[in-house]
Every structure is written in structure tokens, then in C-alpha cells.
């Protein structure tokens, strides 16, 4: 398949990251290289900001829209400086939102949802 990097919430589902916001109790998380070995083919890269929000939040999108292009145009750019071919996540509205924004800035992106990974598609 290639490099993919998660979205914040799906690193969160894998137990690959914690949220930065909130108070959350320490715990352990699985490594890239548990992630690694369960899928073969697949390298992952790590942003930047793994934990940033892609800003596509319901209402907010369309209440606070210049913030929300912004911060899914920095996810998007964070996501591509890290080397990734494909961006995955489990929630459409990040995968949707950051897509968007990739188009229109003319980014060479993929987006992919994490069940299409696990069965093995491309995007």
C-alpha cells in the first residue's frame, strides 16, 4: 500500500496516541512497530502534530469556516511533510474535510478510510 499516516482519531482508536486536550490518565500505547507487523506493506510516518484537529467539528466548520480551512490546510500540509502517501482515518468528516482542502490547494494526497486498509483497497 505504501506510507499512510493516521488522522488524530484514528491514532486514538489504534491506542497509538493520546488526545492532548482533557486530562487523560497515562497509558500504554501500541508502537509503530506492532501497528507495522499487523499490516504488511505499510510503513507508518508520524506527523508532526499527530494530535491536532483537522478543524472539521459540526457547526464550527460552517460558524468559524476561515478557522476550520485553515487548521484542515495545516493538517493536510503536516500530514505531506511527514511523507505520506495516504491519509487514513475512521471518521469520514475529517477524511472529507482534509480532502477538500488538499484540492484545493492542489496537494498530491490520497485519502482512504481505515476499513478500505483493513481490507485491503487502494485508494
Known sequence: MGRISASRRAAQQLQRAAASEGIVP????????????????????????????????GTFSVTEEPVSVRMGQDKVRDHL?????????????????????????????RFIHIAQVLNGAHA
Open 26 to 57: 497515562p497509558r500504554r500505547f501500541r508502537s509503530r512497530a506492532h501497528c507495522s507487523k499487523a499490516f504488511k506493506g505499510i510503513e507508518f510516518v508520524k506527523p508532526a502534530r499527530p494530535d491536532e484537529c483537522c478543524g472539521f467539528g
Open 81 to 109: 511533510n511527514a511523507g505520506t502517501e495516504y491519509i487514513v482515518s475512521g471518521d469520514m468528516s475529517c477524511l472529507m474535510h482534509q480532502q477538500g482542502c488538499a484540492e484545493r490547494m492542489k496537494a498530491n494526497a
